[in-house]
């Protein structure tokens, strides 16, 4: 556990307000799976069983999850709040900080706070009817749209393939590029696809992902990727970036340097980022809005776009239902039998 972490939203609190002693002793300023571990010790459990609830409640807790709560907790103590806490506590640190965090960073705090007290089994305030009131207030005053990822679309896709050359980056590139879009990944995901993971058959390859941020127990999903029809092909990209990279191990995507020397070492999730808003600002398009998620964002609209039923459509991107795909529904659909169209 790292102690001592900064919150993104305010970098001024630098010190750590709890530290290696109190979370040895799972009190309630302890780390959410701390406390956990402390309700164990404080039964009839051996050590050798703390040790083992020790390891599979944080390995039950994705280390991101597990960070950004332990962030909102700092946070909440820092500005004077404690746990447990009371109801007008929590509204009251609501309106002091409406306005300076955004409203996703305060519904996320309400998250962290919530399962703090569900770990000590306290009863629980982030549900009373005064915290309730007091958030649905700060979204009506301050709620904005949330940001979403704009789609790199097909057409556009192709456009900046187009305008690629064929140095190692751009062999690697543009492989990334199409595997991203073909398969519907997030970018994490794309980053941790390993050769070991790739299936070739005679239509295409399958790609094995083994945990996903919807699949925290790693059950594992099979994606397929047929052969293109155009010669935008995503599986001869891939062979191609194999075979020039000589890769037949480990990671797929590796870090190229600025002297073309590919890494062992997979891209990181922010370096897919990267090469998205590179390549689309190097075809001469506007790069803000563009991100790692555009790629999957991109292929759901465009799917949508060309008549793939919904249920194809999530069958490659993972999601659990039409509710989910809602938004990429409503933008692919957007200009599909137009009233506007029809009367202009």
């Not at 009131?133 to 704009?150: L, N």
């Not at 992902?209 to 293109?228: C, H, L, M, N, V």
């Amino acid at each position: 556990m790292t102690f001592g972490l900064l919150t993104r939203d305010n970098p001024h609190l630098s010190r750590p307000t709890i530290g290696p002693e109190e979370v040895a002793k799972g009190g309630e300023n302890a780390p959410v799976e701390n406390q956990e571990i402390a309700l164990c010790r404080a039964s009839t459990c051996t050590k050798g069983v703390v040790d083992k609830v020790s390891s599979y409640i944080e390995a039950g807790i994705a280390p991101a999850t597990r960070r950004a709560y332990q962030s909102d907790l700092d946070h909440f103590r820092a500005w004077g709040g404690s746990v447990p806490a009371t109801d007008a506590q929590i509204a009251s640190y609501l309106a002091d900080q409406a306005g300076v965090l955004s409203v996703a960073t305060l519904t996320r705090r309400l998250a962290a706070l919530s399962v703090a007290h569900e770990a000590l089994k306290l009863s629980n305030p982030i549900g009373s009817p005064l915290v309730r009131a007091t958030m649905r207030g700060v979204r009506r005053e301050h709620g904005v749209a949330q940001r979403q990822a704009k789609p790199l679309l097909r057409d556009d896709l192709f456009d900046v393939l187009s305008k690629m050359g064929d140095r190692p980056k751009d062999i690697r590139d543009r492989a990334l590029l199409l595997i991203g879009f073909a398969s519907a990944l997030r970018r994490a995901e794309l980053c941790a696809i390993t050769v070991e993971g790739v299936e070739h058959a005679r239509q295409g390859i399958i790609i094995t992902i083994r945990r996903s941020k919807t699949d925290q127990e790693a059950a594992g999903r099979r994606i397929g990727i047929p052969f293109g029809r155009t010669k935008w092909c995503p599986v001869n990209a891939l062979n191609r970036w194999l075979s020039a990279a000589s890769i037949d191990a480990g990671p797929i995507f590796r870090r190229v340097d600025r002297h073309e020397r590919v890494s062992p070492d997979a891209m990181s999730p922010e370096a897919v980022c990267l090469v998205v808003r590179e390549r689309v600002a190097a075809a001469g398009f506007d790069p803000s809005g563009y991100s790692g998620h555009s790629l999957r964002a991109g292929f759901a609209t465009s799917a949508i776009q060309a008549g793939v039923p919904t249920l194809r459509v999530r069958a490659q991107t993972g999601h659990a239902s039409d509710v989910t795909l809602g938004r990429y529904i409503r933008d692919g659909e957007m200009f599909i039998g137009n009233a506007a169209g029809a009367l202009l």
